[in-house]
């Protein structure tokens, strides 16, 4: 008789270590990783068979605050190390954090490979718009006129975009979040089940060198009017379904439209398809103030990961053949060392 395996089920509890949270009070990564420790029992994830890895920042000290296996790394690095572990046990669930400067500096070439190869992942980047560990210098995403120890008179760089950057790179799978939303943990499920590298970027609050940066869209008083949270097949409504975003067809463009008595097709209001780069692309460079923040899931297209192809071309090369290493080490020209000098 075949021995049934029991199905895991797990707790917050389980997902909680016994180390002391040092994050500043207030800060933004308390509700993420709560988000998280949550998340994780519902996706039905097995702490032995979870790896978070990081890199460095604020951010990067995740592992330590999560019962699974965790690796903290080097800065910008994270994605390296993650391909090499899931190259080496392709079974793991394996989870990447990182932060704004960790990610899109010094590893934003890492960040590229990882997302064009198609990595089986869920990669979060938490953009505070600044250098928390480091005290407060300004970052690739920070906004132009940032005052900060290294931008004393205002930063003149024009910010990065880590969702423009993540589709320019070949991600399959894009979406947002903010830190104390709470839709915040169906983002990160939606995350899990695709199959590829997934890259969610999480906007987190850094009380003490960027305060309240995000209030302008995430503030609870009067949400509805500045967030479009996206639901596949759904219409893009927001304002209590009082406006929408229409697709102009003469500049090839998105704009806001009126909805009257409820009927966004009149209105011309798109239906989200996760599935539309195109779509995804115009979502991402949407620009706060003008339009809502685009939320949720903005892409959603799978692709054969990068795992599975490895997997695959060792397989075929390895078809046929003897795994004989004394063999393989006396192929070819060889020679014994003697005291003689080498005999051939």
Known sequence: MNAITPITTTTLKDWETDQEVRWCPGCGDYAILKAVQRTLPELGADPANTVFVSGIGCSSRFPYYVESYGFHTIHGRAPAFATGIKLANPQLDVWLVTGDGDGMSIGGNHMMHVLRRNLDCQILLFNNEIYGLTKGQYSPTSREGTTSPTTPLGSVDRPASPCAFALGA??????????????????????????????????????????????????????????????????????????????????????????????????????????????????????FGPFPMALGVLYDDPRPTFEAAVMAEREQAAAGKEPNLAKLLAKGQTWTVTEDGPEL
């Open 170 to 287: 070949g991600a399959r799978f894009i979406a947002r979040g903010f830190d104390v939303s709470k839709e915040l943990p169906n983002v990160l499920k939606a995350a899990y089940h695709h199959k590829g590298a997934a890259f969610i970027e999480i906007f987190q609050n850094c009380i003490v060198y960027n305060k309240d940066r995000f209030e302008d869209f995430a503030a609870p008083k009067g949400a509805e009017d500045r967030q479009l949270w996206l639901q596949n097949a759904e219409p893009m409504l927001f304002a209590k379904g009082t406006k929408g975003i229409a697709l102009d067809t003469e500049k090839l463009t998105l704009k806001v439209v009126d909805v009257v008595d409820g009927d966004w097709q009149a209105a011309g209001v798109i239906v989200h398809d996760v599935t539309n780069r195109s779509i995804a692309h115009m979502l991402v460079e949407m620009p």
